[in-house]
Antibody
Framework: QLQLQESGPGLVKPSETLSLTCTVS??????????WGWIRQPPGKGLEWIGSLYYTGRTYYSPSLKSRATISGDTSKNQFSLKLSSVTAADTAVYYCARDRSGCPADYWGQGTLVTVSS | QSALTQPASVSGSPGQSITISCTGT?????????VSWYQQHPGKVPKLMIY???NRPSGVSNRFSASKSGNTASLTISGLQAEDEADYYC??????????FGTGTKVTVL
């Protein structure tokens, strides 16, 4: 059974870089069938797609976050990561990692991790 | 890019059918057969209900069905049950090879 688990700091200071890692078990991020992505949800608000990592290493990002977001993968650890730079309070959200199946941003989800941006 | 437009709320009585719309443009919903629908109960992780416009993942009740016409996709819940009360989100692939979510719809079972 595929499982995804987010990890990383729950509190980040304004202007700093948010860093999260997703550990995948029960499947391989090297699979050519699926991609791996990040989605976030501010408290009380809707879902926002951040971006995806394809097995080729190519990445795709939301136009609104493209300048600040970086997604990368570590096949040796079967993990992929998100870095979001220059964060502000507006980046406070539950961050989910997910398996992306071409056009469907998430058929499997991690449990989500709340990241708060505050000094 | 703008979020896809969904009604803020839809309600129905147990046993009834309701439909949630998801309106985009020719650059997203209208241009690709990559519309998905998610159900999210309060405090829970979203759950995939429909992918590729009308396909149900294994384990999802056949009371959930979906379709698309032009720039608008629709999710229909038939035989409404109390457990269907949740937030629902659509998503679509876009012409910039990104994904856009809908604004979300709160379904209330009266």
């Amino acid at each position: 059974q595929l499982q995804l688990q987010e990890s990383g700091p729950g509190l980040v200071k304004p202007s700093e870089t948010l860093s999260l890692t997703c550990t995948v078990s029960g499947g391989s991020i090297s699979s050519s069938t699926y991609h791996w992505g990040w989605i976030r949800q501010p408290p009380g608000k809707g879902l926002e797609w951040i971006g995806s990592l394809y097995y080729t290493g190519r990445t795709y990002y939301s136009p609104s976050l493209k300048s600040r977001a970086t997604i990368s993968g570590d096949t040796s650890k079967n993990q992929f990561s998100l870095k979001l730079s220059s964060v502000t309070a507006a980046d406070t959200a539950v961050y989910y990692c997910a398996r992306d199946r071409s056009g469907c941003p998430a058929d499997y989800w991690g449990q989500g991790t709340l990241v708060t941006v505050s000094s | 890019q703008s979020a896809l437009t969904q009604p803020a709320s839809v309600s129905g009585s147990p046993g009834q059918s309701i439909t949630i719309s998801c309106t985009g443009t020719t650059s997203d919903v209208g241009g690709y057969n990559y519309v998905s629908w998610y159900q999210q109960h309060p405090g829970k992780v979203p759950k995939l209900m429909i992918y590729d416009v009308s396909n149900r993942p294994s384990g999802v009740s056949n009371r959930f069905s979906a379709s698309k016409s032009g720039n608008t996709a629709s999710l229909t819940i038939s035989g409404l049950q109390a457990e269907d009360e949740a937030d629902y989100y659509c998503s679509s692939f876009t012409s910039s090879s990104s994904i856009v979510f809908g604004t979300g719809t709160k379904v209330t079972v009266l």
